[in-house]
């Protein structure tokens, strides 16, 4: 199936018009309808009810309309692919990063990469063990991820080169409509699965040091760190998150920092293979090594 003939019948479903799809599509009418039924013939079977003004699509194709819209665009999205791939060559970057870190810090680094003569960036997030697996396996060139003291240092072995990027801290924070709860015996909490990175802090840092005048009760459960803000905006419970995260809404008072919760210190690390696939992937490197901290105001 050709990415043309998907956009010649998607014209049709969203204009009901066999003349409109042709404007829409830069043809005359004749040539449209035309490859309209080229295209019925190489499928096998009609698209569209002519007898009927104006053309109705068949219950069948109408059916089939998410799907063609989601072919469509990862077509259109392969296309971007290819094209990036042949101009910029080895210029192209993949940096994966944890979610967490998708919407505060790699901004700053997409920026610095941006500003290279020629360099284009793919983006791609996970949680820190999919990162992981991304450098290991070739498929990113680096990744930066966050770290907590204490805990296994999966990235600083004989095959990664570590930069550290500077210092978040993971916080607990609640909406204003909590705030009075603060002291209740039962406190509602929003917590992380195991196997992920922040249910581990929370377990080894944040756990052991809870006041026991108060019992903490998971409400929700996510492995999604910008899903745990906004459970936490809407009221939900306490959740703890990192400060880069939350500092907005800190700073508008829809969340507020518990400080009598304990808090613990998060650090941004950025890894390599030790022997890069690419050449170059050195002179990024040494860009981004100095960056300089990228650590918020704490």
Sequence with gaps: MHLDWIDDILA??????LVRAAERRFLTQSAFTRRVRMIEDRIGTSLFDRSRKPVEVRPGVRALE?????????LRRLQQELRLSAEHGDRRIVFACQ????TTISPRIVAELTS???????????NNDECLLLLASGEADFIVTYESQGMADSGRTDSF???????DRFVPVCATSLLAERDAPTIPVISYPGGIFFRAVFDHHIAPFLPERSSFVPKAETALTLAACEYALQGMGVAWLPF??????????????????????????????????????????RRLESIGPLSPPL
Aim: charged share 30%.
């Design 99 to 102: 979610h967490a870190l998708a």
């Design 12 to 17: 049709v479903i969203d204009t009901g018009s």
């Design 116 to 126: 290279m003569d020629g360099v284009s960036v793919r983006v791609r997030s996970g």
């Design 244 to 285: 880069s995260l939350v500092r907005k809404h800190l700073v508008d008072e829809r969340l507020h920092q518990l400080d009598e919760l304990p808090t613990h210190p998060l650090q941004i690390r950025m890894r390599r293979l030790t022997r890069p696939s690419g050449a170059h992937t050195d002179e990024i490197w």
């Design 66 to 74: 998410p799907e063609l819209r989601e072919i469509s665009a990862r």
């Design 161 to 167: 080169e570590v930069v550290d990027l500077g210092i």
